[in-house]
T-cell receptor
Framework: QKEVEQNSGPLSVPEGAIASLNCTYS??????FFWYRQYSGKSPELIMS????GDKEDGRFTAQLNKASQYVSLLIRDSQPSDSATYLC???????????FGKGTMLLVSP | DVKVTQSSRYLVKRTGEKVFLECVQD?????MFWYRQDPGLGLRLIYF???????EKGDIPEGYSVSREKKERFSLILESASTNQTSMYLC??????????FGDGTRLSIL
């Protein structure tokens, strides 16, 4: 059974701080890793994809992947109140069409 | 940009009715998915399809069926709606190994 674990939160950070969201996964055959942002009442929106070990930066977002530790994280720099949402980690295993989703971490950014 | 369109944002039906939820994508993706999302339970995969007329059960297929007669369209059918099927339903599509892109969701209430 493939599992993706996330702390449910809420993670509370002040505006301008760095928010760090973490995710662990159980399947060592996992090859593709994604972060989605979901506002309340809305559908998930893809914000980052990462496929190899190391860091990948896109604007204020940095995804970090460590396959040896089966760990993927998302850093949000200069957090804004508009970043307040639930962040879902999703993992794809080689040869599978499906993604395994974590249950998400709620982030609250206070002004 | 990928566009996944779900036929209704809000839908109210009665118990015992047969309910159809429609999803259309415009990016020639081979994979299409139906999820339901409930508070505290995360995203749960109902069915997916990796090609026309092909379907695979997800984690919670009971009480549901699907149809994929054309590559761009994937329908979810509630054979006889029950109150425990009240939920947010999300359709997604993807290429193999790539991230899934979600529609806006259908909030379905069964009375």
């Amino acid at each position: 059974q493939k599992e993706v674990e996330q702390n449910s939160g809420p993670l509370s950070v002040p505006e301008g701080a760095i928010a760090s969201l973490n995710c662990t996964y159980s399947d060592r055959g996992s090859q593709s890793f994604f972060w989605y942002r979901q506002y309340s009442g809305k559908s998930p929106e893809l914000i980052m994809s990462i496929y190899s070990n190391g860091d990948k930066e896109d604007g204020r977002f940095t995804a970090q992947l460590n396959k040896a530790s089966q760990y993927v994280s998302l850093l949000i720099r200069d957090s804004q109140p508009s970043d307040s949402a639930t962040y879902l980690c999703a993992v794809n295993s080689a040869g599978y069409s499906t993604l395994t989703f974590g249950k998400g971490t709620m982030l609250l950014v206070s002004p | 940009d990928v566009k996944v369109t779900q036929s209704s944002r809000y839908l109210v039906k009665r118990t015992g009715e047969k309910v159809f939820l429609e999803c259309v994508q415009d990016m020639d993706h081979e994979n299409m998915f139906w999820y339901r999302q409930d508070p505290g339970l995360g995203l749960r995969l109902i069915y997916f399809s990796y090609d026309v007329k092909m379907k695979e059960k997800g984690d919670i297929p009971e009480g549901y069926s699907v149809s994929r007669e054309k590559k761009e369209r994937f329908s979810l059918i509630l054979e006889s709606a029950s109150t425990n099927q009240t939920s947010m339903y999300l359709c997604a599509s993807s290429l193999q190994g790539q991230p899934q892109h979600f529609g806006d969701g259908t909030r379905l209430s069964i009375l």
